[in-house]
């Protein structure tokens, strides 16, 4: 078996997040499982052109949210762990509170309970004092918060540079080694 990786897209603003990572990962030997929530399905068409399958297609398999047997609602299914990308604060607060009321939910729930790594690019803003509670409690729970907010050091020219500098920092926390933007202190090309 190789190793797999989930990748959750909910219907918060930033799908392309999500849809990066999967493009990014089919050159890789990961093994990619997507869960695509009704919202996300939408914001795919509004934000990109795209439609659900052609995301769909990206991944190595899809799931639907609603099927509570697949093998992410197990913790006997192996993962590296997982990344909800973008995560709306509906998800945010049904993964804080345990909530499984769905097949991304319940995946989040079994990284988390299985001591895997699970990556929230948590993408609201402004935030109150709810929002930040729900990943305060996320956070005691073992996820890493990652709203996926740009840096500029790495001096990006292009919108994929901002998204992928984001992703890379995502690929950091799961350990897959990428080269997606210039890190802090290197040198850029060329000087």
């Known amino acids: 078996m190789g190793k797999r990786i989930v990748v959750g897209i909910s219907g918060a603003s930033g799908v ?46 899809v799931h639907d949210n609603q099927d509570m047997t697949a093998p992410l609602a197990s913790g006997s299914f192996l993962t590296e762990g997982m990344v ?3 995560c709306t604060v509906k998800t945010l607060s049904a993964i804080a509170n345990s909530y499984d009321s769905s097949l991304l939910v319940r995946a989040a729930d079994v990284t988390l309970k299985e001591k895997r790594k699970l990556v929230l690019m948590v993408r609201e803003t402004p ?6 509670r729900l990943m305060a409690l996320a956070a005691d729970m073992g996820a890493h918060i990652l709203p996926p907010i740009p840096s500029f050091y790495h001096q990006p020219k292009t919108l994929e540079d901002i998204i992928d500098q984001s992703i890379g920092k995502a690929f950091d926390y799961l350990g897959i080694a990428h080269h997606l933007f210039r890190r802090w202190g290197e040198k850029a090309p060329g000087t």
């Not at 990619?32 to 795919?44: K, Y």
């Not at 935030?127 to 930040?132: A, V, Y």
């Open 16 to 61: 392309i997040y999500g849809i990066r990572m999967l493009s990014l990962l089919k050159d890789t030997d990961y093994e990619t499982h997507l869960i695509l929530s009704e919202a996300g399905r939408l914001n795919i068409r509004l934000e990109t052109g795209l439609s659900a399958d052609e995301v769909a297609a990206m991944a190595d398999w």
């Open 84 to 86: 909800v990308a973008p």
């Open 127 to 132: 935030l109150h004092k709810g929002h930040l």
